[in-house]
């Protein structure tokens, strides 16, 4: 079971919200949708749903093109950010009503809601009507709805965004679970990077209506190809600054040297763009090829048990993620290390030069 | 803890309590006065306890003008209410043409009361009018000035014309509230566009609905202007609204207490017809 998307874009007016885009989404794994809120993961889910028709391109699902198919006759289900429940109907007839429209017997859609409910942890609400629950009630009656009717295609648009920091973390857990014993294609979208990393599967990084990657989730985060895919899935951003390679040294465009046996020995003499993501920068040296710099400190702050610290680097604000708590005064000069082992380097159009 | 006490406060609440006092309770508690007492000119008053609720309760006259009230309101009750959600629910959501919609719908909203019933009565004339010439010349018999039904037909016209506006506006506000998302849900599940009215937009329009009633009710059954101007309560008494025949009870016969006594009768009916409007719609509401 497969969805695919074949050149698919999508134009408004003038305005390109979807850039040609080629996917093949598979079964079994999550499929995560990553980038900022804007980069058009929404509009993307609505074309795979068929909520809205492509300008140009097909949308294929399980071998057959769907693309002018009706989003009721595909088999589709969705989760929105907002809590989309009927607002005058109990958490029951919520639950029920995908499954009431789609006609099944009476003894069936009650077994099936209480099964769904169960697994929700809905059970003692299923009288209740949504604005009588908590957000993460809603959000689950939301789910339960969704993930009632057998759908071969499941799309979650941040579902857990609009949620507080425990709910969050508790549907997390329970989500991938909730899909294990499941046929069907699941879609996920994120802005959160961290949350790309927690489901693993498959991750598209999208940036301004394009793909800029699409692999499994953990190649895409060690090896993106761009540096617009690496920006995408690093929080805080990455740091990125112009580096010369000469001979077997690199220096950072502020005279920071290091041998280049630490990394790309073979690459050819020129100018490239060096990233480093935030918790490669850190406060005591880690890793084989630890480079030290310095920087005035601009911002301090504790991020859980990690401390961030934005510094100025020359021109640049770079940011730096340290384990642990550290007190770091704001306006004076602190000394960093680089993982430089750990570092991208990308040529000027922006793509990553392997090596 | 240290706190300073004293009276400021107070001067904060004064405003609010002169505004209302000179607004509301005043007035009111005048009227109470004429109420209970009677009076042969000389600006001598005598006592007259309740007689006044009495007679008015037991009145036919007023029972007459009672019954006129709520058929006209249930009447215009019934055809704006559902004529504004249908007209909100045909106006588009967005582009252009949103604005030009706006704007004339607000217009009749935008005219003075007494101006409505004149341009309604110009405009039915049967000689001249416009509307009452047309149905003439369709072979209609219609004259409003001579025929209570003509008379009726043309009062709830003018009233639909002039405020079914203020219920479009409002049901409009109500649906253009709804994130596209609950549409998308709907097309998912492959709800039906009357489910998505029932489940979706119905409740979701509930309490913008509830605030248009309670206005077209208030509003309706306190209306005197345009039927004043359009018919002036005839013919006959056939269109004489509640505030109609209390106007002509207290300016006209100059019955002060009769008046007084009708006036917080009427007050009281619009209170509790407003309560209960109120309390119907809302309950299994929370918050």
Same mark, same amino acid.
């Given at each position: 079971?497969?969805?695919?998307?074949?050149?698919?874009?999508?134009?408004?007016?003038?305005?390109?919200?979807?850039?040609?885009?080629?996917?093949?989404?598979?079964?079994?794994?999550?499929?995560?949708?990553?980038?900022?809120?804007?980069?058009?993961?929404?509009?993307?889910?609505?074309?795979?749903?068929?909520?809205?028709?492509?300008?140009?391109?097909?949308?294929?699902?399980?071998?057959?093109?769907?693309?002018?198919?009706?989003?009721?006759?595909?088999?589709?289900?969705?989760?929105?950010?907002?809590?989309?429940?009927?607002?005058?109907?109990?958490?029951?007839?919520?639950?029920?009503?995908?499954?009431?429209?789609?006609?099944?017997?009476?003894?069936?859609?009650?077994?099936?809601?209480?099964?769904?409910?169960?697994?929700?942890?809905?059970?003692?609400?299923?009288?209740?009507?949504?604005?009588?629950?908590?957000?993460?009630?809603?959000?689950?009656?939301?789910?339960?709805?969704?993930?009632?009717?057998?759908?071969?295609?499941?799309?979650?648009?941040?579902?857990?965004?609009?949620?507080?920091?425990?709910?969050?973390?508790?549907?997390?857990?329970?989500?991938?679970?909730?899909?294990?014993?499941?046929?069907?294609?699941?879609?996920?979208?994120?802005?959160?990077?961290?949350?790309?990393?927690?489901?693993?599967?498959?991750?598209?990084?999208?940036?301004?209506?394009?793909?800029?990657?699409?692999?499994? #989730?953990?190649?895409?985060?060690?090896?993106?190809? #761009?540096?617009?895919?690496?920006?995408?899935?690093?929080?805080?951003?990455?740091?990125?600054?112009?580096?010369?390679?000469?001979?077997?040294?690199?220096?950072?465009?502020?005279?920071?040297?290091?041998?280049?046996?630490?990394?790309?020995?073979?690459?050819?003499?020129?100018?490239?763009?060096?990233?480093?993501?935030?918790?490669?920068?850190?406060?005591?040296?880690?890793?084989?090829?630890?480079?030290?710099?310095?920087?005035?400190?601009?911002?301090?702050?504790?991020?859980?048990?990690?401390?961030?610290?934005?510094?100025?680097?020359?021109?640049?604000?770079?940011?730096?993620?340290?384990?642990?708590?550290?007190?770091?005064?704001?306006?004076?000069?602190?000394?960093?290390?680089?993982?430089?082992?750990?570092?991208?380097?990308?040529?000027?159009?922006?793509?990553?030069?392997?090596? | 803890?240290?706190?300073?006490?004293?009276?400021?406060?107070?001067?904060?609440?004064?405003?609010?309590?002169?505004?209302?006092?000179?607004?509301?309770?005043?007035?009111?508690?005048?009227?109470?006065?004429?109420?209970?007492?009677?009076?042969?000119?000389?600006?001598?008053?005598?006592?007259?306890?309740?007689?006044?609720?009495?007679?008015?309760?037991?009145?036919?006259?007023?029972?007459?003008?009672?019954?006129?009230?709520?058929?006209?309101?249930?009447?215009?009750?019934?055809?704006?209410?559902?004529?504004?959600?249908?007209?909100?629910?045909?106006?588009?959501?967005?582009?252009?043409?949103?604005?030009?919609?706006?704007?004339?719908?607000?217009?009749?909203?935008?005219?003075?009361?007494?101006?409505?019933?004149?341009?309604?009565?110009?405009?039915?004339?049967?000689?001249?009018?416009?509307?009452?010439?047309?149905?003439?010349?369709?072979?209609?018999?219609?004259?409003?000035?001579?025929?209570?039904?003509?008379?009726?037909?043309?009062?709830?016209?003018?009233?639909?014309?002039?405020?079914?506006?203020?219920?479009?506006?409002?049901?409009?506000?109500?649906?253009?509230?709804?994130?596209?998302?609950?549409?998308?849900?709907?097309?998912?599940?492959?709800?039906?566009?009357?489910?998505?009215?029932?489940?979706?937009?119905?409740?979701?329009?509930?309490?913008?609905?509830?605030?248009?009633?309670?206005?077209?009710?208030?509003?309706?059954?306190?209306?005197?202007?345009?039927?004043?101007?359009?018919?002036?309560?005839?013919?006959?008494?056939?269109?004489?609204?509640?505030?109609?025949?209390?106007?002509?009870?207290?300016?006209?016969?100059?019955?002060?207490?009769?008046?007084?006594?009708?006036?917080?009768?009427?007050?009281?009916?619009?209170?509790?017809?407003?309560?209960?409007?109120?309390?119907?719609?809302?309950?299994?509401?929370?918050?």
């Amino acid at each position: 079971m497969s969805l695919e998307l074949k050149g698919v874009t999508k134009r408004v007016g003038a305005e390109t919200h979807i850039h040609p885009t080629d996917l093949t989404l598979e079964h079994g794994v999550f499929n995560i949708l990553l980038g900022t809120t804007g980069s058009g993961k929404t509009t993307l889910m609505q074309l795979m749903a068929g909520l809205e028709r492509p300008t140009e391109g097909e949308v294929w699902f399980d071998g057959a093109d769907v693309t002018g198919m009706a989003v009721q006759k595909r088999n589709v289900s969705m989760v929105h950010q907002q809590f989309i429940n009927y607002p005058n109907m109990s958490v029951y007839e919520n639950i029920a009503s995908p499954l009431r429209v789609a006609r099944l017997s009476k003894g069936e859609i009650t077994a099936r809601v209480e099964r769904m409910a169960d697994l929700m942890k809905l059970t003692p609400m299923l009288g209740r009507r949504p604005v009588e629950l908590s957000g993460g009630q809603q959000q689950r009656c939301a789910m339960a709805r969704a993930l009632v009717k057998d759908a071969s295609l499941v799309l979650l648009d941040e579902p857990l965004a609009n949620l507080d920091f425990k709910l969050r973390e508790e549907l997390r857990d329970e989500l991938p679970r909730l899909f294990a014993d499941r046929r069907c294609v699941v879609v996920y979208a994120t802005t959160e990077p961290v949350e790309a990393l927690l489901f693993a599967g498959n991750t598209a990084t999208l940036h301004e209506g394009h793909v800029a990657q699409f692999g499994p #989730t953990g190649e895409v985060y060690r090896r993106p190809r #761009t540096i617009t895919s690496a920006q995408v899935f690093s929080e805080p951003p990455m740091n990125t600054a112009p580096i010369v390679k000469e001979g077997d040294t690199f220096r950072l465009y502020d005279g920071t040297e290091w041998p280049a046996s630490a990394a790309g020995a073979t690459l050819a003499d020129g100018e490239y763009v060096f990233g480093i993501r935030p918790h490669h920068v850190t406060l005591t040296p880690t890793g084989a090829h630890p480079v030290a710099i310095e920087g005035m400190v601009l911002v301090s702050e504790l991020s859980g048990s990690e401390t961030v610290i934005h510094f100025r680097h020359r021109a640049e604000t770079w940011v730096s993620q340290s384990h642990g708590i550290h007190a770091v005064p704001v306006g004076e000069v602190a000394g960093l290390h680089m993982d430089v082992a750990q570092g991208l380097y990308f040529d000027r159009s922006g793509e990553r030069i392997g090596f | 803890m240290n706190k300073t006490v004293n009276q400021k406060a107070w001067f904060f609440v004064l405003p609010v309590l002169l505004l209302v006092a000179f607004n509301a309770f005043i007035p009111l508690m005048t009227v109470v006065n004429y109420s209970v007492q009677e009076t042969f000119g000389d600006n001598t008053f005598f006592w007259a306890g309740v007689i006044w609720f009495q007679d008015v309760l037991h009145s036919e006259r007023f029972h007459a003008a009672l019954g006129r009230q709520l058929t006209f309101t249930f009447t215009i009750l019934a055809i704006e209410i559902p004529l504004g959600v249908a007209i909100a629910l045909c106006m588009p959501r967005r582009g252009i043409w949103v604005p030009v919609c706006l704007v004339t719908m607000a217009l009749p909203l935008l005219i003075p009361w007494n101006v409505v019933g004149a341009i309604w009565n110009i405009f039915a004339l049967p000689d001249i009018g416009l509307l009452g010439r047309t149905l003439n010349g369709l072979g209609f018999d219609y004259n409003f000035t001579r025929q209570p039904g003509d008379a009726w037909f043309t009062l709830i016209a003018m009233d639909v014309w002039h405020w079914t506006s203020l219920v479009v506006l409002l049901a409009y506000a109500g649906l253009v509230s709804i994130p596209d998302a609950f549409y998308q849900a709907a097309r998912i599940d492959g709800a039906s566009s009357w489910a998505i009215f029932r489940y979706i937009q119905l409740p979701k329009m509930k309490r913008v609905l509830t605030i248009a009633v309670l206005l077209r009710f208030m509003d309706s059954f306190n209306i005197y202007t345009e039927p004043s101007v359009l018919t002036g309560g005839g013919p006959g008494n056939s269109t004489t609204l509640l505030s109609i025949d209390l106007v002509k009870v207290a300016l006209g016969q100059f019955d002060l207490g009769p008046a007084a006594a009708m006036s917080l009768i009427y007050f009281l009916i619009i209170l509790a017809m407003s309560w209960l409007f109120y309390t119907l719609m809302m309950r299994n509401e929370d918050q």
